[in-house]
Every structure is written in structure tokens, then in C-alpha cells.
């Protein structure tokens, strides 16, 4: 099935225009959703709000936004007012600075898009693909959506011969806590078991992320399930394992792991039967000697 587009942005850096079709990256579809429902008569359910001061359901109508600024006090908002302090919508994303790829942590990434070329952008859209992978960097901006504005990333990405731009919306420096917020002690870490968990990575190493190599198990077996039971299957309740993990001591631990990675050594085998010496029979022990003792 094609993709299809969502929008068209104009990518602008400098004097440089490039219009581009934006595709969706992820596909919210494939995830398993349930609706509830009346467990008496299999009916859906719809969403009610009730006022919990009067008890009484309240109509769309007659709601309205109000920020909790202290305990049980809000300020509220009318719908043109918070219409009038949304950004306005753009239909460009301007890049305002190049940064090394690397500097940018994948904790601030957000949702992904795709971007193709639109009529007339297919040359400097690969200018910029071919530029931005030259450099070992990316470009930053700005790009306003949906009432909001956001930061974006745009990076190059390759797909076997096919290589193309992928727009990364970002988290906003406020949105990301910092790990120094975190209470994580100083711990000293010998050379020896330094030396073993590098030779465990490099066991594990390999040359780049394969996505196809990771499947996700349980909306699989929710799959299956879901199936049995359109099928009038019973489902068979399995006993979850007992969690938790023994300690063990970490040298130990790191030994015992380069040994489950490591291929069995090649045993030498042993000679044909009939080149096999007779094994050597061990000789008599000699007879203690008597000792004879003179008559009187």
C-alpha cells in the first residue's frame, strides 16, 4: 500500500527553498486498541463528564478550560481566547542552524516524519540529503502545527540505494528532566572487570541496528489470542514466573556470560581403533624380601 501525505512544507535554509510532501514515520494503527463495554449485554460505553460539586452530567455545551493556578481555584479560558494564543499554522519548516548529528541526545526525540520531494524540489532536496551527510550533521528549526510550535530536526537517512530526509520533532529543554536529578553514586570499577565487559560487548557487537531483528512478543500473542476468541476458542491462563533476579558476584556474572557467548572449543578426536596402543599393563610389585633370622 503507498503512502500517503499529510501536508506540504517548504524546507527553507538560506535562500534555499525545497518544497516536500510530509509522511507519518509510525504506524499508530498497528497497535491492538479495546473498547469498553457493558460486561451485561456486550454494548459499548460513551463518556460521560458529572459535575462533582452538583452530581448532574454536564453537556459539552456548557463547559469550558480553566487552569487550577492554587488548590481548587481556576482562572477560564473562553474558546476564541485560547484560539487567539495558539501559533499561527506554517507551511515551512525554517532551519535556522547545522549542529553535529552527534550532540543531539535521542532522549528529546519526539514523534518522526518522512519527508519526499514535492514537484520541483527533487534536485535540492537531494542537495541538502547529500550535504547534511557529508558534514555529519543535521539541521534545526522551527515549524508550527496543529495551534503549537515546535523544534525540529532534519537528518539524513539511507535505506539500502534509497536515501532520503526524515524531520524529527523535538522535546523542548523543560520537557526533559536531567539525569543530574537523579541520585546515582560514584562507583569504582576495577580493570579486570572493565576488561571482561568490553570482551562481553565485542561478543555481542554487531555492525549496525537491524529493526527487523526485534518483534514485539506480547502484541503477538494478544493477536493470537484475539483470534481464538473470534473463533469461539477458549484461552488457556498461564502462571506468571516468579520475578526477581539472584546476585551474584560480578566477576562471576561476567565470566559465566563471555562462556554462554562463546563457541564450544573444538574437542581432538580420538584414533581409529586399530591404531590405538594397547594400554601398558602395570608391572608386579615385587614380593617383599623375607628376612631370616639365625637360630640360637
Known amino acids: 500500500m503507498a503512502a ?42 460513551k463518556q460521560q463528564y458529572v459535575c462533582l460539586k452538583e452530581e448532574v452530567v454536564v453537556a459539552r455545551d456548557d463547559m469550558v478550560k480553566g487552569y ?48 519526499a520531494p514535492d514537484k520541483g524540489g527533487a534536485k535540492p532536496y537531494a542537495l ?3 550535504a547534511l551527510r557529508a558534514s555529519g550533521r543535521c539541521a534545526l528549526g522551527r515549524w508550527a502545527a496543529h495551534g503549537k510550535q515546535h523544534v525540529v530536526m532534519i537528518r539524513p537517512v539511507e535505506a ?6 526524515v524531520m524529527q520533532q523535538l522535546l523542548y529543554g523543560a520537557d526533559v528532566r536531567s539525569i ?42 494478544i493477536e493470537a489470542a484475539v483470534q481464538k476468541k473470534v473463533e469461539g476458542q477458549e ?5 506468571e514466573g516468579e520475578g526477581g533476579g539472584q546476585v551474584i558476584d560480578l566477576m562471576e556474572a561476567l565470566r559465566a556470560s563471555l562462556e554462554k557467548k562463546a563457541p564450544a572449543p573444538e574437542l581432538p578426536s580420538e584414533p581409529p581403533a586399530e591404531t590405538r596402543k594397547p594400554p601398558r599393563r602395570a608391572k608386579p610389585a615385587a614380593e617383599p624380601a623375607v628376612r631370616k633370622t639365625a637360630r640360637k
Request: charged share 25%; hydrophobic share 40%; glycine share 4%.
Open 4 to 45: 500517503r501525505s499529510i501536508a506540504s512544507l517548504t524546507v527553507s535554509f538560506g535562500l534555499v527553498a525545497i518544497p516536500v510532501k510530509l509522511y507519518t514515520a509510525t504506524e499508530a494503527s498497528r497497535t491492538v486498541s479495546f473498547n469498553l463495554l457493558h460486561k451485561g449485554c456486550g454494548s459499548r460505553l
Open 68 to 115: 487550577e493556578f492554587a488548590k481548587d481555584q481556576f482562572v477560564t479560558f473562553s474558546a476564541d481566547e485560547l484560539k487567539a494564543l495558539e501559533e499561527a499554522g506554517s507551511h515551512s519548516a525554517e532551519i535556522t542552524e547545522f549542529v553535529p548529528i552527534e550532540t543531539v541526545d535521542p532522549v528529546y526525540f519526539d514523534k518522526a516524519y518522512y519527508l
Open 128 to 130: 541538502l540529503a547529500r
Open 235 to 239: 484461552i488457556t491462563l498461564t502462571e
Open 160 to 165: 539500502g540505494e534509497m536515501s532520503g530526509l
Open 180 to 221: 543530574r536529578d537523579l541520585d546515582i553514586p560514584q562507583t569504582e570499577v576495577k580493570d579486570a572487570e572493565l576488561q571482561l565487559a568490553q570482551l562481553l560487548i565485542d561478543q555481542q557487537a554487531v555492525e549496525r541496528f537491524d529493526p527487523a531483528a526485534y518483534t514485539d512478543a506480547v502484541r503477538a500473542r
